[in-house]
């Protein structure tokens, strides 16, 4: 096996890998479920005191489909990262090439990304595949540090107000928390909708 597809879900993968071999020949398509590492369960994870940089850990339950991936990137020559074609899956796919670092050494990695799971749209993909959009992955792992920040900050003051350990903060939920909290008690909240 010369070629090797990461797609996020294994239906997409059965149909990636039947519209790819016309283009790629020998190829073999793998699900990897989304992500395979986040920040560790429990703790922030954060270093806070050397610019906010995340410590990623592999998700539970991702270690055999890690042992997995290892022994098919050994097969293969050119790897295609065709997660989805948003902000995740732009992290996803570097959570990809940061945790396969030395088995992607000497290896082609190529992002391809299409909107629509047809023939057309993944042929057209693998046909013009280019670099991970790094601005695109920045803001994922931005947007994941705010989450965890405020949740971790916010949440157990919540707990203390709010009966319910089930709850947690957000960092959308907690700026609109505080607007509501801000308006003044007289005044009522109105949204006027376009029809």
Not at 68 to 94: K, M, N, Q
């Amino acid at each position: 096996m010369k070629n090797l597809i990461i797609v996020e879900s294994p239906t997409k993968a059965r149909l990636v890998s039947r519209y790819a071999k016309p283009v790629l020949g020998d190829v073999l398509t793998r699900a990897c479920f989304g992500h395979l590492r986040d920040l560790p369960k429990g703790e922030l994870g954060i270093d806070v005191e050397n610019g906010f940089i995340p410590r990623y850990v592999i998700s539970a339950g991702r270690e055999k489909l890690i042992t997995d991936f290892r022994s098919d990137l050994r097969a293969a020559t050119t790897v295609y990262l065709a997660t989805d074609p948003d902000r995740e899956g732009e992290a996803i796919a570097w959570h990809f090439q940061q945790i396969f670092k030395p088995e992607l050494k000497g290896r082609k990695i190529l992002r391809v990304t299409f909107h629509e799971v047809t023939e057309r749209a993944v042929q057209k993909a693998l046909k013009s595949p280019r670099q991970l959009n790094i601005p695109m992955v920045q803001a994922a792992v931005a947007r994941r540090v705010m989450d965890r920040m405020v949740g971790y900050i916010i949440s157990p003051v919540l707990w203390k107000h709010v009966k319910g350990k089930d709850l947690s903060a957000g960092r959308v939920q907690t700026v609109a928390l505080r607007l509501l909290a801000e308006k003044p008690k007289d005044t009522m909240l109105t949204v006027e909708l376009e029809l």
